[in-house]
Protein backbone atom coordinates (compact mmCIF):
# COMPACT_ATOMS: atom_id res chain seq x y z
CA UNK A 1 0.00 0.00 0.00
CA UNK A 2 0.95 3.82 -0.58
CA UNK A 3 -0.10 6.87 0.10
CA UNK A 4 -0.34 9.52 -3.30
CA UNK A 5 0.35 13.07 -2.68
CA UNK A 6 -0.49 16.01 -5.42
CA UNK A 7 0.76 19.34 -4.30
CA UNK A 8 0.12 22.32 -6.53
CA UNK A 9 0.60 20.78 -10.22
CA UNK A 10 0.33 22.17 -13.14
CA UNK A 11 0.95 20.52 -16.77
CA UNK A 12 0.36 22.07 -20.13
CA UNK A 13 1.78 21.11 -23.49
CA UNK A 14 2.88 23.64 -25.18
CA UNK A 15 6.59 24.90 -24.89
CA UNK A 16 5.86 28.85 -24.67
CA UNK A 17 7.22 30.66 -21.97
CA UNK A 18 5.76 30.53 -18.37
CA UNK A 19 3.27 33.94 -18.30
CA UNK A 20 3.30 35.48 -15.11
CA UNK A 21 0.27 38.18 -13.41
CA UNK A 22 1.91 39.35 -10.06
CA UNK A 23 1.56 35.77 -8.07
CA UNK A 24 -0.86 33.92 -10.14
CA UNK A 25 -0.13 32.37 -13.63
CA UNK A 26 -1.92 32.46 -16.90
CA UNK A 27 -4.21 29.27 -16.53
CA UNK A 28 -5.88 29.11 -19.79
CA UNK A 29 -2.00 27.49 -21.20
CA UNK A 30 -2.76 24.15 -18.89
CA UNK A 31 -4.32 20.91 -19.36
CA UNK A 32 -4.25 20.72 -15.22
CA UNK A 33 -3.67 23.74 -13.12
CA UNK A 34 -3.04 24.13 -9.35
CA UNK A 35 -4.29 20.14 -8.54
CA UNK A 36 -3.31 19.05 -4.98
CA UNK A 37 -5.33 15.66 -3.21
CA UNK A 38 -4.09 12.98 -0.64
CA UNK A 39 -5.18 9.38 -1.62
CA UNK A 40 -4.58 7.85 2.20
CA UNK A 41 -3.21 4.37 2.16
CA UNK A 42 -5.63 1.44 1.11
CA UNK A 43 -7.96 3.88 -0.26
CA UNK A 44 -9.99 3.91 -3.88
CA UNK A 45 -10.11 6.89 -5.48
CA UNK A 46 -12.15 7.63 -8.12
CA UNK A 47 -10.94 10.93 -10.37
CA UNK A 48 -14.16 12.06 -12.56
CA UNK A 49 -15.03 14.42 -14.88
CA UNK A 50 -16.08 14.94 -18.59
CA UNK A 51 -13.60 14.16 -21.85
CA UNK A 52 -11.04 16.75 -21.92
CA UNK A 53 -10.90 17.50 -18.25
CA UNK A 54 -7.60 16.79 -17.71
CA UNK A 55 -8.05 13.26 -15.80
CA UNK A 56 -6.02 10.90 -17.83
CA UNK A 57 -3.58 13.40 -17.81
CA UNK A 58 -3.10 13.48 -14.34
CA UNK A 59 -2.91 9.62 -13.83
CA UNK A 60 -0.66 9.90 -16.28
CA UNK A 61 2.24 11.93 -14.59
CA UNK A 62 1.36 9.93 -11.15
CA UNK A 63 2.53 7.20 -13.33
CA UNK A 64 5.71 8.92 -14.80
CA UNK A 65 4.14 8.86 -18.53
CA UNK A 66 4.32 12.49 -18.60
CA UNK A 67 6.02 14.62 -17.17
CA UNK A 68 4.74 17.63 -14.71
CA UNK A 69 5.35 21.30 -15.75
CA UNK A 70 5.41 22.82 -11.93
CA UNK A 71 4.45 20.75 -8.40
CA UNK A 72 5.48 17.95 -6.43
CA UNK A 73 4.13 14.52 -6.42
CA UNK A 74 4.51 12.05 -3.27
CA UNK A 75 4.30 8.38 -3.13
CA UNK A 76 4.65 8.32 0.92
CA UNK A 77 7.30 10.35 1.94
CA UNK A 78 9.12 10.03 -1.46
CA UNK A 79 8.91 13.09 -4.19
CA UNK A 80 8.79 11.10 -7.46
CA UNK A 81 8.56 13.96 -9.69
CA UNK A 82 12.11 12.71 -11.66
CA UNK A 83 11.38 9.00 -10.94
CA UNK A 84 11.39 6.49 -13.86
CA UNK A 85 8.06 4.60 -14.35
CA UNK A 86 9.47 1.48 -13.67
CA UNK A 87 10.77 2.77 -9.90
CA UNK A 88 7.35 4.41 -8.71
CA UNK A 89 6.05 0.65 -7.97
CA UNK A 90 2.80 1.51 -9.76
CA UNK A 91 0.92 -0.80 -11.46
CA UNK A 92 -1.22 0.67 -14.85
CA UNK A 93 -4.22 -0.65 -16.82
CA UNK A 94 -5.29 1.26 -19.56
CA UNK A 95 -8.39 1.25 -21.74
CA UNK A 96 -6.63 -0.56 -24.07
CA UNK A 97 -5.93 -3.85 -23.08
CA UNK A 98 -2.57 -3.63 -25.23
CA UNK A 99 -2.09 -7.47 -24.83
CA UNK A 100 0.83 -9.42 -26.89
CA UNK A 101 -0.56 -11.28 -29.32
CA UNK A 102 1.61 -14.21 -29.50
CA UNK A 103 1.47 -14.70 -25.73
CA UNK A 104 -0.81 -17.13 -23.56
CA UNK A 105 -2.28 -14.86 -21.18
CA UNK A 106 -0.26 -16.76 -18.41
CA UNK A 107 3.01 -14.80 -20.36
CA UNK A 108 1.60 -11.70 -20.63
CA UNK A 109 0.78 -11.93 -16.98
CA UNK A 110 4.26 -12.88 -16.32
CA UNK A 111 5.77 -10.56 -19.09
CA UNK A 112 7.61 -7.42 -16.81
CA UNK A 113 7.96 -9.82 -13.62
CA UNK A 114 10.09 -12.18 -16.06
CA UNK A 115 11.86 -8.91 -17.09
CA UNK A 116 12.81 -8.06 -13.90
CA UNK A 117 14.88 -11.19 -13.60
CA UNK A 118 11.99 -12.74 -11.66
CA UNK A 119 12.54 -16.04 -10.45
CA UNK A 120 9.90 -18.30 -12.89
CA UNK A 121 8.50 -20.11 -9.46
CA UNK A 122 8.01 -16.64 -7.76
CA UNK A 123 5.91 -15.59 -10.71
CA UNK A 124 4.34 -19.13 -10.81
CA UNK A 125 3.12 -18.51 -7.09
CA UNK A 126 2.12 -14.77 -7.88
CA UNK A 127 0.12 -15.46 -11.15
CA UNK A 128 -1.65 -18.31 -9.20
CA UNK A 129 -2.86 -16.04 -6.30
CA UNK A 130 -3.78 -13.21 -8.76
CA UNK A 131 -5.63 -15.10 -11.46
CA UNK A 132 -8.41 -16.05 -9.39
CA UNK A 133 -9.21 -12.66 -8.16
CA UNK A 134 -10.02 -11.58 -11.53
CA UNK A 135 -11.60 -15.31 -12.69
CA UNK A 136 -9.14 -15.65 -15.58
CA UNK A 137 -6.96 -18.61 -14.31
CA UNK A 138 -8.97 -20.68 -16.53
CA UNK A 139 -7.72 -18.58 -19.44
CA UNK A 140 -3.88 -18.86 -18.80
CA UNK A 141 -3.02 -21.17 -21.92
CA UNK A 142 -5.55 -19.17 -24.10
CA UNK A 143 -3.88 -16.05 -26.16
CA UNK A 144 -5.77 -12.82 -26.38
CA UNK A 145 -7.24 -13.62 -30.21
CA UNK A 146 -9.84 -16.09 -28.27
CA UNK A 147 -11.13 -13.90 -25.52
CA UNK A 148 -14.51 -11.73 -25.30
CA UNK A 149 -13.91 -7.71 -24.70
CA UNK A 150 -14.27 -8.58 -20.87
CA UNK A 151 -11.88 -11.54 -20.04
CA UNK A 152 -9.12 -8.94 -22.26
CA UNK A 153 -9.83 -6.52 -19.90
CA UNK A 154 -9.79 -8.70 -16.72
CA UNK A 155 -6.15 -9.83 -18.08
CA UNK A 156 -5.02 -6.30 -18.16
CA UNK A 157 -6.34 -5.24 -14.89
CA UNK A 158 -4.83 -8.64 -13.37
CA UNK A 159 -1.13 -7.82 -15.21
CA UNK A 160 -0.83 -4.70 -13.66
CA UNK A 161 -1.35 -6.40 -10.22
CA UNK A 162 0.76 -8.96 -10.41
CA UNK A 163 3.55 -6.77 -9.99
CA UNK A 164 2.70 -6.12 -6.40
CA UNK A 165 2.52 -2.34 -6.97
CA UNK A 166 1.72 -0.26 -3.73
CA UNK A 167 -0.97 1.68 -6.31
CA UNK A 168 -3.05 0.74 -8.65
CA UNK A 169 -4.04 3.14 -11.71
CA UNK A 170 -7.18 2.01 -13.86
CA UNK A 171 -7.59 4.28 -16.43
CA UNK A 172 -11.37 4.18 -18.06
CA UNK A 173 -11.08 0.47 -17.69
CA UNK A 174 -14.85 -0.62 -18.43
CA UNK A 175 -15.47 2.17 -21.24
CA UNK A 176 -14.84 -0.50 -23.93
CA UNK A 177 -17.51 -2.72 -22.41
CA UNK A 178 -21.46 -3.56 -22.86
CA UNK A 179 -23.46 -2.42 -20.08
CA UNK A 180 -24.02 -5.74 -18.64
CA UNK A 181 -20.27 -6.79 -18.43
CA UNK A 182 -19.25 -3.10 -17.01
CA UNK A 183 -21.69 -4.03 -14.04
CA UNK A 184 -20.16 -7.42 -13.78
CA UNK A 185 -16.15 -6.34 -13.80
CA UNK A 186 -16.98 -3.30 -11.99
CA UNK A 187 -18.01 -6.00 -8.76
CA UNK A 188 -14.76 -8.00 -9.54
CA UNK A 189 -13.05 -5.01 -9.17
CA UNK A 190 -14.46 -3.70 -6.13
CA UNK A 191 -13.80 -7.17 -4.47
CA UNK A 192 -10.27 -7.63 -5.87
CA UNK A 193 -9.63 -3.95 -4.03
CA UNK A 194 -10.52 -5.17 -0.83
CA UNK A 195 -8.70 -8.67 -0.88
CA UNK A 196 -5.53 -7.18 -2.68
CA UNK A 197 -5.75 -4.00 -0.14
CA UNK A 198 -3.74 -1.92 -2.34
CA UNK A 199 -4.29 1.95 -3.24
CA UNK A 200 -6.53 2.75 -6.33
CA UNK A 201 -7.53 5.36 -8.63
CA UNK A 202 -9.55 5.07 -11.44
CA UNK A 203 -9.86 7.13 -14.17
CA UNK A 204 -13.51 7.21 -15.82
CA UNK A 205 -16.29 10.01 -17.06
CA UNK A 206 -18.65 7.54 -15.71
CA UNK A 207 -20.10 8.80 -12.39
CA UNK A 208 -22.18 5.32 -11.86
CA UNK A 209 -18.56 3.95 -11.77
CA UNK A 210 -17.20 6.18 -9.50
CA UNK A 211 -20.01 6.16 -7.24
CA UNK A 212 -19.85 2.53 -6.95
CA UNK A 213 -16.21 1.82 -6.48
CA UNK A 214 -14.47 4.95 -5.01
CA UNK A 215 -14.59 5.78 -1.29
CA UNK A 216 -13.87 9.13 -2.30
CA UNK A 217 -14.58 11.16 -5.48
CA UNK A 218 -12.32 13.81 -7.21
CA UNK A 219 -14.55 15.74 -9.94
CA UNK A 220 -12.50 17.65 -12.26
CA UNK A 221 -13.49 20.47 -15.13
CA UNK A 222 -10.60 22.01 -17.17
CA UNK A 223 -7.95 20.98 -15.30
CA UNK A 224 -9.36 22.13 -12.37
CA UNK A 225 -10.34 20.11 -9.17
CA UNK A 226 -14.04 21.20 -8.68
CA UNK A 227 -15.35 18.92 -5.25
CA UNK A 228 -13.64 16.09 -3.54
CA UNK A 229 -15.23 14.15 -1.32
CA UNK A 230 -17.55 11.01 -0.52
CA UNK A 231 -19.91 9.52 -3.21
CA UNK A 232 -22.92 10.70 -0.54
CA UNK A 233 -21.46 13.98 -0.04
CA UNK A 234 -20.82 15.01 -3.99
CA UNK A 235 -24.29 13.74 -4.30
CA UNK A 236 -26.42 15.26 -1.36
CA UNK A 237 -23.83 18.61 -1.22
CA UNK A 238 -22.50 19.36 -4.56
CA UNK A 239 -20.26 22.92 -3.72
CA UNK A 240 -21.40 24.34 -7.37
CA UNK A 241 -23.61 23.83 -10.51
CA UNK A 242 -21.52 21.84 -12.44
CA UNK A 243 -21.12 18.90 -10.04
CA UNK A 244 -24.78 19.48 -9.08
CA UNK A 245 -25.76 18.53 -12.87
CA UNK A 246 -23.05 16.13 -13.36
CA UNK A 247 -23.52 13.96 -10.59
CA UNK A 248 -27.25 11.88 -10.49
CA UNK A 249 -28.82 10.19 -13.50
CA UNK A 250 -31.19 12.26 -14.40
CA UNK A 251 -29.15 15.05 -13.66
CA UNK A 252 -30.53 17.61 -11.18
CA UNK A 253 -32.87 20.18 -12.36
CA UNK A 254 -31.11 23.58 -12.12
CA UNK A 255 -33.59 26.08 -12.68
CA UNK A 256 -32.87 29.96 -13.35
CA UNK A 257 -35.21 32.02 -10.80
CA UNK A 258 -36.44 35.00 -9.30
CA UNK A 259 -37.54 35.35 -5.29
CA UNK A 260 -40.53 37.83 -5.57
CA UNK A 261 -42.75 38.42 -2.06
CA UNK A 262 -46.14 38.06 -1.63
CA UNK A 263 -48.72 38.12 1.30
CA UNK A 264 -48.12 35.25 2.32
CA UNK A 265 -44.50 34.87 1.68
CA UNK A 266 -41.53 34.55 -0.64
CA UNK A 267 -41.71 32.29 -3.90
CA UNK A 268 -39.32 31.28 -6.24
CA UNK A 269 -40.78 31.84 -9.85
CA UNK A 270 -39.43 31.47 -13.44
CA UNK A 271 -39.94 33.20 -16.78
CA UNK A 272 -42.40 32.20 -18.81
CA UNK A 273 -44.51 29.66 -16.16
CA UNK A 274 -47.08 30.52 -13.59
CA UNK A 275 -45.11 28.23 -11.35
CA UNK A 276 -44.55 29.41 -8.12
CA UNK A 277 -42.69 26.99 -5.24
CA UNK A 278 -42.22 28.59 -1.57
CA UNK A 279 -38.92 29.64 -0.61
CA UNK A 280 -38.00 27.24 2.36
CA UNK A 281 -38.15 27.96 5.89
CA UNK A 282 -34.05 27.61 5.82
CA UNK A 283 -33.80 29.77 3.45
CA UNK A 284 -35.91 32.72 4.41
CA UNK A 285 -32.48 34.19 5.66
CA UNK A 286 -31.39 34.64 2.21
CA UNK A 287 -34.27 36.00 0.65
CA UNK A 288 -34.82 39.03 -0.60
CA UNK A 289 -37.58 40.16 -3.16
CA UNK A 290 -36.16 40.29 -6.81
CA UNK A 291 -32.99 38.54 -5.96
CA UNK A 292 -31.89 36.29 -9.05
CA UNK A 293 -30.99 32.38 -7.75
CA UNK A 294 -30.58 29.18 -9.36
CA UNK A 295 -33.12 26.55 -7.60
CA UNK A 296 -31.49 23.32 -7.83
CA UNK A 297 -33.53 19.93 -6.92
CA UNK A 298 -33.11 16.16 -8.16
CA UNK A 299 -35.72 14.60 -10.03
CA UNK A 300 -36.40 11.95 -7.14
CA UNK A 301 -37.38 15.47 -4.81
CA UNK A 302 -39.89 17.05 -6.86
CA UNK A 303 -43.17 14.99 -5.72
CA UNK A 304 -46.41 15.02 -7.76
CA UNK A 305 -49.45 15.71 -5.19
CA UNK A 306 -52.60 16.15 -5.68
CA UNK A 307 -53.17 19.60 -3.52
CA UNK A 308 -54.83 22.09 -5.43
CA UNK A 309 -52.63 24.56 -3.64
CA UNK A 310 -49.63 23.98 -6.54
CA UNK A 311 -49.92 25.23 -9.84
CA UNK A 312 -50.77 23.11 -12.69
CA UNK A 313 -48.04 22.23 -15.17
CA UNK A 314 -48.20 19.93 -18.33
CA UNK A 315 -46.46 17.10 -18.99
CA UNK A 316 -44.40 16.86 -22.33
CA UNK A 317 -42.56 13.35 -21.85
CA UNK A 318 -43.14 10.17 -19.97
CA UNK A 319 -40.71 7.41 -19.64
CA UNK A 320 -41.70 4.00 -18.00
CA UNK A 321 -38.76 2.23 -16.56
CA UNK A 322 -40.16 -0.72 -14.80
CA UNK A 323 -39.01 -0.20 -11.58
CA UNK A 324 -39.27 3.54 -11.85
CA UNK A 325 -41.28 6.56 -14.08
CA UNK A 326 -39.52 9.85 -15.34
CA UNK A 327 -41.87 12.57 -16.20
CA UNK A 328 -40.97 15.56 -17.99
CA UNK A 329 -42.89 19.04 -17.37
CA UNK A 330 -41.92 22.58 -19.13
CA UNK A 331 -41.20 25.29 -16.60
CA UNK A 332 -40.56 27.93 -19.23
CA UNK A 333 -38.35 28.00 -21.49
CA UNK A 334 -37.10 25.18 -19.91
CA UNK A 335 -37.75 21.37 -18.62
CA UNK A 336 -38.11 19.97 -14.76
CA UNK A 337 -37.33 16.39 -14.58
CA UNK A 338 -39.23 13.99 -12.07
CA UNK A 339 -38.73 10.39 -10.99
CA UNK A 340 -41.63 8.28 -9.72
CA UNK A 341 -41.66 5.20 -8.09
CA UNK A 342 -46.16 5.33 -8.22
CA UNK A 343 -47.30 3.45 -10.84
CA UNK A 344 -48.70 6.33 -12.78
CA UNK A 345 -49.20 6.79 -16.33
CA UNK A 346 -48.93 10.07 -18.37
CA UNK A 347 -49.71 11.01 -21.83
CA UNK A 348 -48.54 13.83 -23.31
CA UNK A 349 -50.10 17.12 -22.12
CA UNK A 350 -51.79 15.67 -19.21
CA UNK A 351 -51.57 18.45 -16.55
CA UNK A 352 -50.19 17.43 -12.66
CA UNK A 353 -49.36 19.31 -9.56
CA UNK A 354 -45.68 19.68 -8.19
CA UNK A 355 -44.69 19.78 -4.84
CA UNK A 356 -40.45 20.11 -3.37
CA UNK A 357 -38.97 18.51 -0.76
CA UNK A 358 -37.48 21.50 0.27
CA UNK A 359 -34.90 20.12 2.29
CA UNK A 360 -33.53 18.50 -0.66
CA UNK A 361 -33.25 21.78 -2.57
CA UNK A 362 -30.05 23.61 -3.39
CA UNK A 363 -29.37 27.69 -4.40
CA UNK A 364 -26.42 28.40 -6.59
CA UNK A 365 -25.44 31.98 -7.52
CA UNK A 366 -26.30 32.39 -11.14
CA UNK A 367 -23.41 34.33 -11.63
CA UNK A 368 -20.19 32.22 -10.38
CA UNK A 369 -22.08 29.17 -9.72
CA UNK A 370 -21.47 28.40 -6.12
CA UNK A 371 -23.38 26.67 -3.81
CA UNK A 372 -25.60 29.48 -1.81
CA UNK A 373 -25.44 28.67 1.75
Known amino acids: MSRLILKNVYKRYDNAEKKWFGKKKALNDFAVKDFS ?18 KSTTLRMIAGLEQITDGSIFIDDVRINNLLPKDRNIGLAFEDYALYPPLTVYD ?34 MKPS ?36 RQTLRQEIKRMHREIKCTTIIVTHDQIEAMSLADIIIIMKDGELQQMGTPLEVYDSPVNEFVAGFIGEPPMNLLKSVIVKRETGFFFTFDGSDLRVKVPERYLPLAADGKKVTLGVRPIDVLITQADTSTPVAVVVYENFGDERRVSVRVGEGHLNITT ?14 DFNSEKTHLFDPESGDVIK
Open 146 to 181: ALSGGQKQRVNIARAIVRQPGLLLLDEPLSHLDGKM
Open 341 to 354: TENVAYKNGDTIRL
Open 37 to 54: FECPDNSFIGILGPSGCG
Open 108 to 141: NLAFNLRAKKTPADKIKAVIDKVAPLLKVDELLR
